[in-house]
């Protein structure tokens, strides 16, 4: 299959943790990206590979995966991580080098 | 600094043709993946394709195979997205952003470019 499902809409108390989550068949094979995205910017890695983040992200983020779920974790979130997030990965299935998640919108209340 | 520029804002008229760009700054462009995504407003990411400027192999989603085509020119670390025929559905923020082939993310994201089509 060629699809990641993110679950549309979290919400999460300020300062609590708050897991996000991204299924798919190709998240077998393959390790999820996982992109931050606030209204009226353009999207920004958060996270990659197995548990990775790019310099600048706060520790706050971090990822897994277990069979054919990948995981966004934010512990202790923050009114700034309120913002649209999406997953992507590889297709198993090598018809499309590229696949994305439909996103989770991420409020904190 | 690693950076993607694009292209400013377009206005068009559904059957005209368009031609936005990417421009790569600050690190070897003909190493690295460059791909298309759209936006639709108030929607989600949708990758578009992908194009390796260095021999110029490109990748399409089946959803825009044959609705758009992606070239890039390395000698002036640039890559495109066109269109031949507008259609208003077509409107849309496109964003360009390098891809790391060792695990697939996209690491840098240019600033994105909205088309508008109306007639």
């Given at each position: 299959s060629s699809e990641l499902t993110q679950d549309p809409a979290v919400s999460v108390a300020l300062g609590q943790t708050v897991r996000i989550t991204c299924q798919g068949d190709s998240l077998r094979s393959y390790y999820a990206s996982w992109y931050q995205q606030k209204p009226g910017q353009a999207p920004v890695l958060v996270i990659y590979g197995k548990n990775n983040r790019p310099s600048g992200i706060p520790d706050r983020f971090s990822g897994s995966s277990s069979g054919n779920t990948a995981s966004l974790t934010i512990t202790?979130?923050?009114?700034?991580?309120?913002a649209d997030y999406y997953c992507t990965s590889r297709d198993s299935s090598g018809n499309h080098p590229v696949i994305f998640g439909g996103g989770t919108k991420l409020t904190v209340l | 600094e690693v950076q993607l520029v694009q292209s400013g804002a377009e206005v068009k008229k559904p059957g005209e043709s368009l031609k936005i760009s990417c421009k790569g700054s600050g690190y070897s462009f003909t190493s690295y993946w460059i791909g298309w995504v759209r936006q639709m407003p108030g929607k989600g990411l949708e990758w578009m394709g992908i194009i390796?400027?260095?021999?110029?192999d490109t990748r399409y989603s089946p959803s825009f195979q044959g609705q758009v085509t992606i070239s890039a020119d390395k000698s002036i670390s640039t890559a495109y997205l066109q269109w031949s025929s507008l259609k208003a559905s077509d409107t849309a923020m496109y964003y360009c952003a390098r891809r790391?082939?060792?695990?697939?993310?996209?690491d840098m994201w240019g600033q994105g470019t909205m088309v508008t089509v109306s007639s």
């Open positions: 202790g979130a923050q009114a700034e991580d309120e | 390796y400027p260095g021999d110029s790391i082939a060792a695990d697939g993310r996209f």
